[in-house]
């Protein structure tokens, strides 16, 4: 396959006249070797279609098509997503009817403005809206079974991260909703252009049941929201303004199985699921 170096890569954003920017998280990949190992990482198949968020000037697409059945990118850019078909085009003519460009905002889209049903998602995530784009491709497409994405180094850490750890939070928990999520390997700086100034990694999910409870998504949801609203305190504590007050916190973490002194990063999302369906009603 041909794929973008540093060469086409710059002389692409000359031509458009991109100046790549902070604000789109914008760092287009030059390393054809970087692309082919998240390819060969995200264990894609010709059977698969893939939604691709941030595709840029298509470094990582080029790899893609060749390997699967279609790929939807996804582009808020409106130069680069009429850019993305024509460079397609020049350079894999072969496999250019399996790429869908939809130019929107990831945050905002829904199941009726893709053109196909996604079963895995690989990206380069715009670090600066990383964690709320996975978060709503998850909760909107069910058909999703896998993902892979590039992110900034501590975001990932940050979405692996175990109960106990330090960095385990409200990201961690509500990932491990939807998916076994694990760290995949990181990424060096030099890969980018421009260098970005943080390191980089690459998160693997693979989709599973959510814990089985009778409290809604929304309903766990707030009670980790409010559990690291004051990570510091015991549940008993944090979970006061969530349940009404101190001690009615209290009667829930109890008839959850869990001890009020505990603190938010010592449970599971099954363990906050329980918290959520034991919350007093009015």
Known sequence: MTLLGPVEVRALAEKLGIRPTKKLGQNFVIDGGT?????????????????????????????LLPEVARVVAVEIDPALAVQLPLTVAQMDSEHADRLSVVHADALKIGVDDLPALPTALVANLPYNVSVPVLLHLLEILPSLRRGLVMVQAEVADRLAAAPGSRIYGVPSLKAAWYADVRRAGPVGRNVF??????????????????PETSATREEVFAAVDAAFAQRRKTLRAALASWA???????????????EPSARGEQLGIADFARIAENRPRP
Do not use: F, Y
């Open 244 to 258: 009404g007050t101190a001690a009615a916190a209290e009667e829930a973490l109890v008839r959850a199985g869990v």
């Open 35 to 63: 692309v082919r190992r998240i390819v060969r990482v995200a264990e894609v198949t010709p059977d698969d279609v893939v939604i691709e968020i941030g595709p840029g000037l298509g470094s990582l697409t080029l790899a």
């Open 193 to 210: 252009w421009p260098a970005p100034n943080v390191d980089s990694g690459l998160v693997s999910l693979i989709r599973r049941d959510p």
